[in-house]
Nanobody, 116 residues
Framework: VQLQAFGGGLVQPGGSLRLSCAAY???????????MGWYRQAPGNQRELVAS???????YYVDSVKGRITISRDNDKKTVYLQMNSLGPDDTAVYYC????????WGLGTLVTVSS
């Protein structure tokens, strides 16, 4: 399975971005059963879980992003999304998706830079 993340870029503080991550090489049946997560790795830091969405649509958010970030999924497209609002410099990182069991290889991620 290949994971390709899109949608990163340079955004000013307070701005918004919508990230997408598509899974290639998996089936609809397999993908829809997976709990999917968005992760990020800031310079000098370890990769951390930002949000996850279960096969039933239940969601989890790390405290630092609650109220600002929304995770969603489209099983037909085998894609997960991350809508990010009110971005701040601490959100600067490379963002990745994977299933919560980390069964798939990491993709290249997409870089989000929050700066004025």
């Amino acid at each position: 399975v290949q994971l390709q993340a899109f949608g990163g870029g340079l955004v000013q503080p307070g701005g918004s971005l919508r990230l997408s991550c598509a899974a290639y090489g998996t089936t609809f049946s397999e993908f829809r059963r997976k709990t999917m997560g968005w992760y990020r790795q800031a310079p000098g830091n370890q990769r951390e879980l930002v949000a996850s969405i279960g096969d039933d649509g239940s969601t989890y958010y790390v405290d630092s992003v609650k109220g600002r970030i929304t995770i969603s999924r489209d099983n037909d497209k085998k894609t997960v999304y991350l809508q990010m609002n009110s971005l701040g410099p601490d959100d600067t990182a490379v963002y990745y998706c994977n299933n919560r069991a980390l069964e798939w290889a990491w993709g290249l991620g997409t870089l989000v830079t929050v700066s004025s």
